[in-house]
Structure formats: C-alpha cells, structure tokens
C-alpha cells in the first residue's frame, strides 16, 4: 500500500519565478495538509485542503496557493519565490477515520537561488 | 510566539538505558498530542499519541505522559536501541473531535543512542 508521494524530491528555483509542488495521498485518505520545514525549525503548517476546497490556512502569504483534485492528490504553488522559502515542503494525508494523526510524505527540497 | 517547545536540541543516550524527551506547550485549547521520529531524507513518522482525557499513552517501548496542569508532555522510550537515533518531533492540536485540524510542532530534539 503506497504511502504519501510526492514530486519532485529536489528542486532549485531562481529568486521570482514560481514552483509547483505535487503530492499523492495515502490510499484512503481524503485530506491533504501542507507543511513548510525551514532548517533547524519543526514543520509549519500552511494549509489544508478536503473536498478540493481550502479548509484551512496557516499564517503565509497569499503568494502561496494550492489545489486539490478529484482524486485527492494535491499541488501546492509558489509564486514569486524569495531566499526564505527555500525549505523542505511536507505533504500530510489524513482521514476521520484513521486516528493515527497524519501520514507525511519524504517532502520536496526546494532551494531558492 | 512558539506554542510548542522542546527545549533539548539534542539528547545522548547509551544502548539499553532510558531515554526520555521532553515536551512544553502554551496554548490550552490543545487537547491531542503526538510524536513523530524522522529520520534525514525521510518525512516524520507518527510515534505514538495521546488525548488530554489521558495522562499516560503506552505502545511497546514508548511511553508518553502527559500532565496538563504543567503543560508539559515527555515521551520516555525503554530500552533505547541505536536504531532509535533520530529527530524527535512533539506536536499538539485543538482536533476538536474531527481530522479537521492541524499540527503545530516543536523544533525537534535530536537522538542519538550510542551502542
């Protein structure tokens, strides 16, 4: 049974242009979260995404967004990127009915140059 | 304003004894605490989890405690085994009942459980 996957593992981006991040949940799961993980810092939660609708936002800016499809799998994007969000981006599925908390993916490693 | 703290960036330990990672929180409307391990290149792998109604959580070799009044959580792993040597991620959420939440983490505390 395949876990979380996500796409691409690595990335290297210049400063200002815009990166899509994609993630397959854990067969099941119907709730994708997005987390940010900067050096040395816990995972940071930005949004969370069920019925392909935003349920909720943690505090970044607008120039994050996200979508989700019909089958559940994610993209979360980046506009007009700066030094600082260079960081590991985690993918969370989850489901009311598995009470194990989340299940994360290996995350992509986004450098911003 | 960090709401969940792990004050230990990093914890030494020898094989077979007790290791035991600490966990402080300020904000009470959290009412479901977990653990996760990462190991590098790896995401977080969910641990073990307690709810507020709960003091104690046990699962093979870990042990997480809870105490409310002091909000503070620790996690307490018996016997530790090198295999064990990872970082240690605390979180909380206020779930209310549903998967509608989200987690907010410490910074980590860094294991290493020497042979």
């Known amino acids: 049974d395949a876990g979380v996957t996500q796409s691409p593992t690595h990335l290297i981006k210049t400063r200002g242009q815009q990166v899509t991040l994609r993630c397959s949940p854990k067969?099941?799961?119907?709730?994708v979260s997005w987390y940010q993980q900067a050096l040395g810092q816990g995972p940071q939660f930005i949004f969370q995404?069920?019925?392909?609708?935003?349920?909720q936002r943690g505090n970044f800016p607008d120039r994050f967004s996200g979508h989700q499809f019909p089958n559940y799998s994610s993209e979360l994007n980046v506009n007009a990127l700066l030094l600082g969000d260079s960081a590991l981006y985690l993918c969370?599925?989850?489901?009311?009915?598995?009470?194990?908390?989340?299940?994360f993916g290996s995350g992509t490693r986004l450098t911003v140059v | 304003d960090q709401q969940v703290k792990q004050n230990s960036p990093s914890l030494s330990v020898q094989e077979g004894r007790i290791s035991i990672l600490n966990c402080d929180y300020t904000?009470?409307?959290?009412?479901?605490f977990l653990w996760y391990k990462k190991y590098p290149a790896e995401g977080p792998t969910f641990l073990i989890s307690?709810?507020?109604?709960?003091d104690k959580n046990e699962d093979g070799r870990f042990t997480v405690f809870l105490n409310k009044s002091a909000k503070h959580l620790s996690l307490h792993i018996v016997p530790s085994q090198p295999g064990d040597s990872a970082v240690y991620f605390c979180?909380?959420?206020?779930?209310?009942?549903?998967?509608?939440?989200?987690?907010?983490f410490g910074k980590g505390t860094l294991l290493t459980v020497n042979p």
């Open positions: 969370a599925s989850s489901s009311p009915t598995d009470d194990y908390g989340y299940t």
């Open positions: 067969s099941g799961h119907d709730t």
């Open positions: 995404y069920y019925e392909e609708e935003e349920r």
């Open positions: 904000n009470s409307m959290f009412d479901y």
């Open positions: 307690i709810s507020s109604i709960k």
């Open positions: 979180a909380a959420s206020d779930r209310g009942g549903g998967s509608n939440y989200k987690l907010t």
